[in-house]
């Protein structure tokens, strides 16, 4: 319950902060690269914080097997290139989701990004081979009864029964 409680929580500021993109998109023009960078620059004070721990599993990262980069033939330890391969693929991620805040709505761009995060925790189920539990069933037909009522599925297929039964 914790952890439904934090992500919902997390959920919710997410969808404040798009609604305050867009009032800024609104105000001041639309410039994702600003966005971005401002999102990501200003809290990094707060990582001096986390000094001591950073530094600890920078030592651990260290200490991992030695791995040899396709291509490039660059040794270096595993856990370093797994963390640039993240950052790699969380920059490309984010870049999208600031290019998508300035041409869809708060409301499209949320859902967008929920729809990532179902579609990333099945390839997660899949690729660990975990049990596809009655609780992932469930938020699987909340995520698509959700997605069909935003996109206004039932809708066009009320009037297009109604259309029919007035023929």
Do not use: D
Not at 86 to 91: L, R, W
Not at 110 to 131: D, E, H
Not at 133 to 148: E, I, K
Request: aromatic content about 16%.
């Amino acid at each position: 319950l914790a952890g439904i409680a934090a992500l919902t929580f997390a959920l919710l500021m997410s969808a404040r902060m798009g609604i305050f993109q867009e009032t800024l998109y609104q105000k001041f023009g639309k410039h994702s690269k600003e966005a971005l960078f401002y999102n990501h620059a200003l809290p990094l004070p707060g990582f001096l914080l986390l000094a001591p721990n950073i530094y600890q599993h920078a030592v651990l990262f260290n200490q991992s097997e030695l791995f040899q980069v396709p291509v490039i033939g660059l040794t270096l330890p595993i856990m370093w290139f797994y963390l640039l391969m993240n950052v790699i693929t969380q920059y490309v991620c984010i870049r999208g989701v600031f290019i998508l805040t300035t041409e869809c709505t708060s409301l499209t761009v949320t859902l967008v990004v929920t729809l990532r995060k179902f579609v990333s925790l099945i390839f997660s189920i899949l690729y660990f081979q975990n049990p596809f539990t009655g609780w992932h069933w469930l938020g699987t037909a909340f995520v698509f009864v959700g997605t069909l009522m935003y996109t206004e599925v039932w809708n066009s297929l009320l009037r297009k029964r109604r259309r029919h039964k007035e023929q």
